[in-house]
């Protein structure tokens, strides 16, 4: 096989951050994938409506001329969230998800959610209008260790929530573990998971084996090999619960170089051949469609996009990083060239 054409993919995991960054990154998602949910942790995060509705006018602002792109907007759940803002939103099609960030657990999460029986009432009037809720699964307990937190954030967070709101929709946001493949596996409806890019091909010996690699750093951090290699068989698989959210998650190299660096892969710009290089190795490329193009939506209660976007077998050269006014922000390499690239999209 020398080309591959898709249903055009969705990301259901994305951060585009704001201003100079958002004027830089967005062009590489919307030139790949023609919808995303939108990640709400700015600074000040995305808590209301009227937060939801103006970071999407700047979002279409900045979108290239001609560019066939739907950004799909969330809230940031806090303790003070209002459902009744919440399902208005819904109700006007302007949200199509709300976030729960554990206070602390990842980039601009300060303002997440400690205590959850604050959030209850925001959980069960979405639960009512059929909204879901995107879960960042860590806890931040300092005394569990941080390779350890998605597995216990299931066991003292997530199963306990679903239990007292169980028609509520979560999506299980870039499981890392063969704990999150797992749960997820073992309820037929109303859980989802996404799976990004990078974790299906580093493993935490990437990150500090031989010298810290610190553009592999990222949050939830990458696990053993074994968990890897889960994530690998869920994705292609061909299971709807699984699907694509990349966390594709820019930051400015001195923000990434310093004795405190941020956590994020950039991947917006090679996600494509890289999941085509790795379906190909798994014998999978029939299940690519589904992991990237029909699953996602399925969950969302969305239809499928009428587009198409063609990869071909070929290796050209890829650049190590974009330039932004604020600075450069270093690509994700995956460690071998992919086999495969992005040669046409068609228009929906």
Not at 307 to 314: N, R
Request: proline share 8%.
């Amino acid at each position: 096989m020398t080309h591959l054409t898709l249903r055009t993919p969705d990301d259901w995991h994305l951060h585009l951050r704001d201003g100079a960054m958002l004027r830089a990154v967005l062009p590489h998602s919307a030139a790949h994938f023609a919808r995303a949910i939108i990640m709400p942790n700015l600074v000040p995060p995305v808590v209301t409506g009227a937060d939801a509705a103006a970071y999407r006018a700047r979002i279409m602002a900045a979108l290239p001329e001609g560019a066939d792109f739907i950004p799909l907007m969330t809230l940031y759940l806090t303790e003070d969230t209002d459902p009744d803002d919440v399902a208005a939103a819904h109700a006007s099609g302007l949200i199509h998800a709300v976030k729960l960030y554990p206070a602390g657990a990842t980039t601009n999460s300060a303002s997440g959610v400690a205590n959850f029986d604050r959030v209850q009432g925001v959980l069960e009037r979405m639960a009512q209008i059929g909204l879901p809720l995107c879960v960042h699964g860590e806890v931040t307990d300092p005394t569990v260790d941080i390779f350890d937190r998605e597995a216990v954030f299931i066991d003292r967070i997530l199963d306990p929530l679903r239990r007292r709101v169980p028609v509520l929709k979560v999506v299980m946001e870039h499981i890392t573990t063969s704990q999150g493949v797992d749960y997820v596996k073992t309820h037929d409806t109303g859980l989802g998971a996404t799976i990004t890019t990078h974790h299906l091909v580093i493993n935490r010996n990437h990150i500090l084996a031989g010298g810290i690699r610190p553009h592999y750093y990222c949050l939830p951090v990458a696990k053993r090999e074994e968990h890897r290699l889960a994530l690998r068989a869920a994705a292609t698989s061909g299971d709807a619960r699984f699907f694509l959210g990349t966390d594709s998650a820019p930051h400015t190299d001195p923000a990434k170089l310093q004795p405190c660096g941020c956590a994020g892969c950039f991947t917006a710009p090679n996600t494509m051949p890289i999941l085509a290089h790795v379906f190909e190795q798994d014998g999978a490329l029939a299940n690519l469609e589904s992991f990237a193009s029909l699953n996602g939506p399925a969950f969302y209660g969305l239809p499928p996009n009428s587009s198409t976007i063609t990869l071909t077998k070929g290796a050209p050269d890829q650049p190590t990083h974009i330039d932004t006014d604020d600075g450069p922000v270093t690509i994700f390499d995956p460690g071998f060239t992919p086999d495969w690239h992005v040669t046409a999209r068609s228009s929906c």
